[in-house]
């Protein structure tokens, strides 16, 4: 049986807006296995974003229980909260996050250095991510001297860095052409092959499709929760647009 990295249990979150109550998560429970591949969809107001803020220990639930890896982080301090997101969950934005007047490298380097890692190992391990993502060559580069897509890479390195368990990703191909888009999707599920938990947030059914489960939000709850065995190859697309521009 596999085990899971994250469980939740009647899982509620109601924020206060002026004299209203609203119910952005209303009783969600299920688990994510290490190892999976999910696609976390619904329309805006759905609950999705809540659920991936609540997972990611940025936000708590108003009732409920989280366990991340075997830890319940439902009551923990917000330091211990900042430890467990740090040491679990290297998170991708839609916007990149970069530092502008920073490289690359350093940009990749910037959790290490919360984390208090000695300044060689940092450099390395920083290298080594950046590598991983084909941009090895690009280390001393600015945000603005690279692409989209490129910056996303750097984004993804960084998320990296801290060999976290879990990626988070939040829209990433968001803001990036269509090409671009399966290379980041590329790299995730060759990533997810080689045993990184990898959770993408998304409103668009083209992404979803490379997971190998979808869970869909509405009103909060989860509405269906569906395994898809044949989940479309990123790599494989990428090929045939090559052919195809040949």
């Keep these: 049986m596999a ?4 469980h939740t249990r009647d899982l509620v979150k109601v924020y ?12 969600v429970s299920l688990n994510v296995d290490r190892g999976e591949s ?11 974003s809540t659920f991936m803020n609540v997972i990611g220990c940025l936000d708590r639930p108003t009732s409920g229980e989280v366990l991340l890896a075997g830890q319940a982080v439902s009551a923990l301090t917000a330091d211990e909260l900042a430890v467990a997101r740090n040491r679990h969950i290297g998170f991708v934005f839609q916007s990149f996050n970069l530092l502008a007047r920073t490289s690359a490298l350093e940009n990749v380097e910037l959790p290490l250095v919360y984390a208090g890692v000695p300044t060689k190992e940092r ?7 950046l590598s991983r993502v084909g941009l090895g060559e690009r280390a001393g580069h600015l945000p603005q ?6 910056q996303q890479r750097v984004a993804i390195a960084r998320a990296l ?19 671009t888009s399966l290379e980041i999707m590329a ?8 045993g990184m938990t990898v959770i993408v947030v998304t409103h668009e059914p083209d992404v979803a499709r490379f997971a190998r489960r979808v869970l869909r939000f509405l009103d909060g709850r989860v509405v269906a929760d569906e395994r898809n065995n044949a989940p479309q190859d990123a ?3 990428l090929a045939g647009e090559a052919v195809v521009a040949a």
């Excluded at 829209?171 to 990036?176: D, K, V």
């Design 145 to 150: 001297q690279l692409s989209g897509g490129q």
């Design 16 to 27: 206060q807006v002026g004299d209203n109550l609203i119910r952005a998560l209303a009783g």
């Design 38 to 48: 999910v696609a976390v969809m619904g329309p805006s107001g759905s609950g999705k």
């Design 161 to 179: 860095v801290t060999r976290p368990a879990l990626i988070l990703a939040d829209e990433p191909t968001g803001a990036l052409d269509s090409r």
């Design 187 to 194: 790299l995730f599920q060759e990533l997810n092959t080689q």
């Design 3 to 6: 085990e899971a990295l994250i």
């Design 123 to 129: 450099r390395d391990r920083a290298h080594e991510m």
């Design 235 to 237: 790599r494989h697309l």
